[in-house]
C-alpha cells in the first residue's frame, strides 16, 4: 500500500473518530451553555442523510468521513456569519420550533453564539481539547483492559561493555547470552538492571553461555561510577541493528556506539538524524566506540532508501551504560502474553500515561529554550502530518508486530517492517507506566506474538 494511501486511510481510522470525539466537546458544552446547535454532523458536507432530530438539533450524516461538525446558531464552521445572516436562520429555525408547537411537542428557546457570554464562549472553545483528553483516557483504559502483549521471558544479551569498566575487567563480551543473574534465571533485561541496582555494593555474579560454554563470571562493582573523568566512555547513540543491503550492514557493528558525525559531536538520536538527512548522498565519517577502540568509518547516506528503511539502514538508539558495573543489554527472541489489567489497574495506568503525555508536551517550549529540542523536532504538525504518521504506524501494526511504539527522544518515531530480533534497550529513564524498571521505553524490533508464540516477521524504529 502506498504512502498516500496509508495516510489517507490512517486518516480515515484515527483522526476521523478524534476530530468527531473533539466537536462532540463543543457539543456538549454549547448544550450546557444553553446555545442553539442547528446541525451536529458525522463527516462533512454535502449531507447524505438526515439521521434524526432532536432537541432542535438535526443530526446528519455527511458523504466526505473526514470527522465531523458542530453549527450553532451565529456560526457557520469556523466563522460567525453576521448578525443579518444570524437573524435569517433564527427566523427559519424559530418557524420550525412553531410547527413542533402545533403537534404538541417542546421547543427550543433560540440562543446564538454571540450572545453567550465570554466565560460560557471560552467554555465552548476549550471543550473539544477536554472531550479529546476524556476520550484519550476511556482509550487507554479499554486498551489496558482488554490486555496488551507483555514480555514474559527472552535471550538476554550482552549489547556491549564500557572501556576499564568492571564488566570489561571481568572478561564479558559483547553476544555473551546471560542465563543467570545471582542464582536467578535472567528472563528479561529488565530484571537484569533490576539486580545491577540491587548489587551497588557487592559482587554481581553471572552464568554466560558464549558459544557452546557456559560460564560463571563474577563481577566486582566500581569503587566510584567507571563512567566520570577519563575512563573513555562516551555516550554517544547506540546501533542496534542493521539492515539487509544498506550501506550500514558491512562496516557497523550491533553495539558501536556512534560518537561523531564528521566533526560534529552526537548525543541524541535527534543530532545523527538531521546530521544524516542533511547529508544523503555523500561521504560522511562516524567516529565509532567498538569494545574499547576508537574507529573512524566513511559511509554515505542514501538519498532514496528502500520502503520502511532509513538513510543508514540502522535502528539506534540512546542507551546509557549502568555506572556500576558498565554493560548494556538486550532482549532477544522475546515470547510475550497477553495481559489484562484489572479496573483499578487500568484506571491507574491511564492517568499516569495521560499525564506523561502532557507532561511532555508543556515541557516542550520550555526543552526548546534551554536548547534541548531542536526547532525540527518541537514544531507543531498539521492534520496532514498527523495522517502521515499515523499512516507509518498503520504499516508498522501491518507487519505483525504486536508491540506500541514510544520514543524517550524527540518527538516522532519511524516504525519500519524488517525480519529482525527484538530488542528492548536496558538502562536509562523510564518514560512511562508500563516500561518496566531500568528499561528505556523505546521499542527497536519485535518478532513475538501473544500467547507465548514466536514469528520471524518484525517491525523496527528505523531512526537512520
Avoid at 87 to 101: D, I, N, S, V
Avoid at 358 to 365: D, E, N
Amino acid at each position: 500500500m502506498g504512502d498516500f494511501l496509508l495516510a489517507v486511510v490512517a486518516f480515515l481510522i484515527v483522526l476521523g473518530p478524534l476530530v468527531l470525539i473533539h466537536e462532540f466537546g463543543h457539543f456538549i458544552a454549547l448544550r450546557l451553555t444553553g446555545v442553539t446547535v442547528l446541525e451536529f454532523g458525522i463527516g462533512f458536507p454535502p449531507r447524505a442523510l438526515k439521521l434524526f432530530e432532536r432537541n432542535g438539533t438535526i443530526f446528519s450524516l455527511n458523504w466526505l468521513p473526514i470527522g465531523g461538525f458542530v453549527r450553532p446558531l451565529g456560526e457557520d464552521f469556523v466563522k460567525p456569519t453576521g448578525e443579518e445572516s444570524t437573524e435569517k436562520e433564527r427566523e427559519l429555525f424559530e418557524a420550525h420550533q412553531a410547527e413542533l408547537a402545533a403537534e404538541g411537542k417542546p421547543i427550543i428557546k433560540t440562543k446564538s453564539l454571540m450572545e453567550a457570554t465570554p466565560l460560557q464562549r471560552i467554555f465552548f472553545l476549550s471543550a473539544g481539547i477536554v472531550m479529546n483528553l476524556i476520550g484519550a483516557f476511556v482509550i487507554l483504559v479499554i486498551a489496558a483492559m482488554i490486555g496488551r502483549p507483555t514480555p514474559i521471558s527472552s535471550t538476554v544479551t550482552v549489547l556491549s561493555t564500557a572501556k576499564n569498566s568492571p564488566a570489561q575487567a571481568a572478561g564479558l563480551l559483547p553476544g555473551d547470552i546471560i542465563t543467570e543473574v545471582n542464582g536467578q534465571p535472567a528472563l528479561l533485561p529488565s530484571q537484569l538492571a533490576t539486580v545491577m541496582k540491587q548489587s551497588a555494593n557487592r559482587p554481581l555474579n553471572l552464568t554466560i553461555k558464549r558459544g557452546d560454554q557456559t560460564l560463571p563470571i563474577t563481577i566486582q562493582p566500581a569503587d566510584v561510577p567507571f563512567d566520570a573523568g577519563g575512563n573513555g566512555v562516551s555516550d554517544g547513540i547506540v546501533v542496534l541493528d542493521r539492515a539487509k543491503n544498506s550501506p550500514a550492514e558491512a562496516v557497523l557493528q550491533e553495539g558501536d556506539r556512534i560518537t561523531k558525525a564528521d566533526d560534529t559531536a552526537i548525543n541524541s538520536t535527534s543530532a545523527l538524524i538531521k546530521y544524516v538527512t542533511d547529508h544523503a548522498g555523500k561521504p560522511i565519517t562516524l567516529t565509532v566506540m567498538r569494545g574499547g577502540d576508537t574507529l573512524t568509518i566513511s559511509i554515505v547516506p542514501r538519498t532514496n532508501p528502500p520502503a520502511g528503511q532509513g538513510a543508514l539502514g540502522i535502528s539506534i538508539s540512546e542507551i546509557a551504560y549502568d555506572p556500576t558495573f558498565g554493560l548494556d543489554a538486550v532482549g532477544k527472541d522475546v515470547v510475550t502474553q497477553n495481559i489484562p489489567a484489572s479496573f483499578g489497574d487500568a484506571i491507574s495506568g491511564a492517568w499516569q500515561e495521560e499525564g506523561d503525555i502532557m507532561g511532555r508536551i508543556l515541557s516542550a517550549p520550555v526543552q526548546f529554550f534551554r536548547g534541548q529540542l531542536s526547532a525540527q523536532e518541537a514544531r507543531p504538525i498539521s492534520a496532514v502530518g498527523i495522517a502521515q504518521v499515523s499512516g507509518q504506524i498503520l504499516q508498522h501494526r501491518a507487519c505483525g508486530d504486536e508491540f506500541a511504539a514510544h520514543s524517550s527522544v524527540g518527538w516522532r518515531a519511524y516504525p519500519v517492517c524488517a525480519h529482525r530480533d527484538i530488542a528492548w534497550q536496558a538502562h536509562g529513564p523510564r518514560t512511562g507506566r508500563n516500561d518496566p524498571p531500568g528499561w528505556t521505553g523505546v521499542l527497536v524490533g519485535a518478532n513475538a506474538h501473544p500467547g507465548g508464540q514466536r514469528h520471524s516477521q518484525s517491525c523496527q524504529l528505523d531512526f537512520t
